[in-house]
């Protein structure tokens, strides 16, 4: 608190009272001791009066408590931010310190931790401890906070910790360092303000050092989350002596953060691998939620890069059921529950009103909110899913995920020459992230621009290793440049999928829409339908299936794909407005 005293000391308001601030320093001192001064203390000490001094006579102490409580009101007007307020109650002398929200919900942006540690495991735990703060914070709705995708990716380009936090809107930001000392694991980490003008230095808060064997290394993002929120919404801390939320298995939660390292990627390899990871921790730790969700997480971006969810539909009922009687009442339970009603009953219904009550118990739960957009869009609920794709963008700023997202709902609501450049700004965000260029593909196509777009499909081709949804779409591109051999080599990759049972019939119908072959599209497309086929994303087959459409009529394409209650409502901009 040092710092922003001093802060206050050379404001307008104190700069030129050095009486002021000598009688603000006495109270704070005085206070924290527990000691309740009168006007005599304060005259003879502060203010240098003799022994001899008689209140009734001289009013000096009523009156510079009065300038004293005047001045800081005047200093807290000007910074609603400041990281706390200094009160002296009426008819009191005690400085009460009290955390202060300026009128808003608080933004913290939490860095990487730094690793001090050539252990092999070090890079995942450093890195997982800045996600386990994150998310014993995140359900809290007094904080806003800001997502790892932004805050690292500005670490990593080398900004400093105050560019960052003017980069990203924070109010605090928390920094860590892990090291590796004699068997333990010792932890240090610094708590700074953010002061509202952003040529000032950050305001150190606190500075907390913190010890735990490897075992307990799963329980310090939650110490770690106590602390914060003791001191920025003054929430009670759980204290190192409360009962903290059940330990982790040390194998389990190191095999969780590894794989969630490797999921980060996105590419096909990597997610392979963190499925085995997953899978790895929870057979380790039959209670641990996490890895629970991060598998069905992994198991949804699938579905959208085109493999068929339906042979893993037994598992990801499993999985949602587990986390349910894990924690019924978080979250991400009820994200994975909504989950699996999307992708296997078509129980849109269901599924928003889960997702709705999910993001109110935990707006910053990013994961939840792509959900929640998702389905949104697939309803047809435009308005409400850039509502909320604007509220992610606000938490993770320069997030690829949440920019495709908005390009997206440029291209679906009809304006796919404006989301070809968002789906651009997306890439320059992230260049491995291969969901945008294959969707910008799409944009191309739907502009006529099918040179383009096979050499961006060709890049998320590159990158993810052969989704059979890119397949699909390259076919389609390939059959509109008159390249048949290729459409129909592609026709046949996709025909050994369908029939090991990995992807649904329908990516077929894509490629021969682009063939302009509709017959053949529509019974691809009610094979799909015999199989229990189902689209996770049913606002793509908007754009692919556009020929077939106009061919064979929207009502009976809408009812063969089972979307019901989704609207295909177009012309207005989500950008207009």
Known sequence: MEPEIERLERSHAFKTSPQLRRLLRFLIKVS?????????????????????FDPTAD??????MRRLRARLASYYDAHPKAPFRIDIPERSYTAVITPNQGGSVPRIAVLPFRTESAAPDAPALSDGLADDVIYHLRPDSSLAVLARTSVFSLNAQGMTPQEIAHQVGADWLLRGTLREDQGHWRIETVLYHCPDDHNEGLIEFWHKHWTCTPSLIGTMGQRIGDAIRLSVIGEPSTGADATLARVPHSGAYLHYLQATR??????????????????QAISEDAQFLRPRIGLLETMWVRGMWGFEMAPLEQRARQLAAECTAIDPDSADARSATALVSVCFEGGFSDSLRLLQTAVEAEPSNLWCCSLYIAALMAAGTREDALRMTRHALQLDPLSPVFRFRLAVLEDYCGFPSEAI??????????????LNYYHQAMALTATGQHQGALSRLELAIEKFGGSPMMLAVKGHVLAKLGQDAAAEAILARLACLSSDGLVSPLLAAFVHTGRNDMEAAAKAVRESVAQGGYCLVPYLVISMMAPLRAWHGWQELSDLVHLSGFRCERGTSPLEG
């Not at 968002?422 to 291969?434: G, N, R, V, Y």
């Open 32 to 52: 924290a001791a527990g000691d309740l001064p009168d006007q005599y203390r304060i005259a003879t000490e502060v203010f240098g009066r003799p022994k001899s």
């Open 59 to 64: 009013p000096i102490v009523r009156v510079e």
């Open 262 to 279: 490797l999921f980060g990627r996105r590419d096909s390899d990597s997610v392979r691998q963190a499925i085995d990871l997953f899978e």
């Open 421 to 434: 450049d968002l789906f651009q700004d997306a890439i320059e965000a992230d260049p491995d992230f291969s």
